[in-house]
């Protein structure tokens, strides 16, 4: 994002020229970013070893252009209304290329896609902090919900003290859990979430005939292990045992069952 808003600056494009190649003989990464015109020479080269782990240092590059550099408005360009402005709309859509457009209609300006989605994420990781500090906030928010509201959640860190797995349940949800557990439905989203992390939900019926979610987990992995924990931790707040449970054919959820009738 930041060579791309560069890029933008000096009014031409970037684009991967191939994908992160890793040379064996060198232990490198390589990654090529090159100029979106066609025919350009212009490219710049970015290498990574085992020492410098995920930093990228440019090794080579070619800076000239064989055409005329005209993009657009820079993001130097944005003013404190227009990005008031985008804030705005992000609550109405996340789509940056409609935002863009609405921008370049209300401020007749010519902004490039890529300078709005970049002003997105800034003003996201504003509010929000930054994807890397996900894990830790949402730890102390949770620590706050126990204290206050007696929820039970749990959570599994690495050696690295890095979140693994963490599990959820509200006082209704454990109420839920053990007055209509005959029939529980498990199963798990596939890697739907930014971190890739899958989703372990479990459902009951109630006395109305409607669905409730009982349990939430996010796991690192779709592993045997990771299953069994959860369920584990799902057993600390049941009293009672559960009579039928539905879930898909996925091998490590049906070994990491909660009951041996399932």
């Not at 990654?31 to 995920?54: A, I, P």
């Not at 902004?111 to 830790?136: C, M, V």
Request: glycine letters at 4%; aromatic letters at 10%; hydrophobic letters at 35%.
């Amino acid at each position: 994002m930041k060579i791309r808003e560069w890029a933008c600056l000096h009014d031409f494009r970037v684009v991967l020229g191939t994908r992160e190649q890793f040379l064996k003989s060198e232990n490198t990464k390589v990654t090529v970013l090159e100029c979106s015109s066609k025919g350009c020479e212009f490219y710049l080269d970015f290498r990574s070893n085992h020492e410098t782990s995920n930093k990228y240092k440019l090794s080579k590059s070619y800076n000239k252009h064989n055409h005329e550099l005209k993009l657009g408005n820079g993001a130097l360009e944005i003013t404190s209304e227009i990005l008031e402005t985008i804030k705005v709309l992000r609550c109405i859509t996340n789509d940056p290329g409609k935002i863009a457009k609405n921008i370049n209609q209300k401020f007749q300006k010519n902004f490039d896609t890529h300078i709005i989605r970049y002003q997105l994420l800034k003003a996201k990781n504003e509010d929000y902090g930054s994807p890397a500090q996900d894990a830790h906030k949402l730890m102390e928010i949770l620590e706050k919900d126990k204290q206050k509201r007696s929820i039970f959640f749990e959570k599994c860190l690495s050696r690295e003290n890095k979140l693994e797995n963490f599990c959820f349940m509200s006082k209704r949800m454990i109420t839920l859990a053990n007055k209509f557990s005959d029939v529980l439905i498990v199963d798990t989203t596939f890697k739907t979430n930014r971190f890739g992390m899958p989703l372990l939900d479990i459902i009951c019926i109630n006395n109305l005939g409607k669905s409730c979610t009982i349990f939430v987990a996010l796991l690192s992995n779709s592993k045997y292990e990771s299953f069994k924990w959860a369920f584990e931790e799902f057993k600390k707040n049941l009293q009672v045992i559960p009579g039928v449970i539905f879930s898909d054919e996925e091998e490590a959820l049906r070994k990491s069952k909660l009951t041996n009738n399932t």
